[in-house]
């Protein structure tokens, strides 16, 4: 069965560089959740979308942005990139989010280093 | 804020053995609950979860997790640990109502020794 796909799976930068993270949900599901997980350190919501339209906003810096396209995969904007800024962010998508019992699918994370 | 502690860091356990992960929350009203466990490289996957009704759920791989609302826990169990349970395993709570935002706690490393 289709997963969660995160593109790229590493990726390594210069601090004030900018990067892209790419997320392609599993077919049919409209809603993509953003997470950033520091080294040691336990996932932290970043965004979320449901139907091409933010749904939801965690601590998400604003040198982030974020959206989701018409295929439903979301892309992840990182400007000004700082040391701090490496960790593996993951992505998950679900059918739907109204309920708040839809089953969360998490890709496998695309690792960041700051240089 | 809903917020989830998980007070052990890391766990050792003999394989065979049984195994209890802790996990207290915090959440204004009856959460949603889950258990995830994540493999070196690998995404998080859902082990069990509860929304409501029977505070006993049962998961994948043999796990169990047990709803306390009078100690605001949901602690995972396992009678017969494998070598390949090692991994790290993170508590997470959800908002009732919808949305799907999750918070994790800061997880446990669990090491299981032959």
């Known amino acids: 069965a289709a997963g969660v796909i995160q593109s790229p799976r590493h990726l390594i930068k210069e601090k004030r560089e900018t990067a892209t993270l790419k997320c392609y949900p599993i077919?049919?599901?409209?809603?993509v959740y953003w997470y950033q997980q520091g080294p040691g350190q336990d996932p932290q919501f970043l965004i979320s979308?449901?139907?091409?339209?933010?749904?939801d906003k965690g601590s998400i810096p604003d040198r982030f942005s974020a959206q989701q396209f018409s295929d439903y995969h979301s892309e992840l904007n990182m400007s000004s990139l700082e040391l701090g800024d490496s960790a593996l962010y993951f992505c998950a998508s679900s059918l739907g989010a109204g309920t708040g019992r839809e089953k969360l699918f998490f890709g496998s994370g695309t690792q960041l280093s700051v240089l | 804020a809903q917020s989830v502690t998980q007070p052990d860091i890391h766990i050792t356990v003999s394989e065979g053995a049984s195994l209890e992960l802790r996990c207290n929350y915090s959440y204004g009203a009856t959460p949603y609950l889950f258990w995830y466990v994540q493999s070196p490289g690998q995404g998080l996957q859902l082990l069990l979860k509860y929304f409501s009704g029977d505070t006993l759920v049962q998961g994948i791989k043999g796990f169990e997790a047990e709803f306390k609302r009078s100690q605001s826990s949901f602690n995972l169990r396992k009678p017969s640990v494998h070598w390949s349970d090692a991994a790290e395993y993170f508590c997470?709570?959800?908002?009732?109502?919808?949305?799907?935002?999750?918070?994790f706690g800061t997880g446990t490393q669990l090491k299981v020794e032959l």
């Open positions: 997470a709570v959800g908002m009732t109502g919808g949305g799907n935002k999750l918070t």
């Open positions: 077919p049919r599901h409209d809603t």
């Open positions: 979308f449901y139907e091409k339209m933010q749904s």
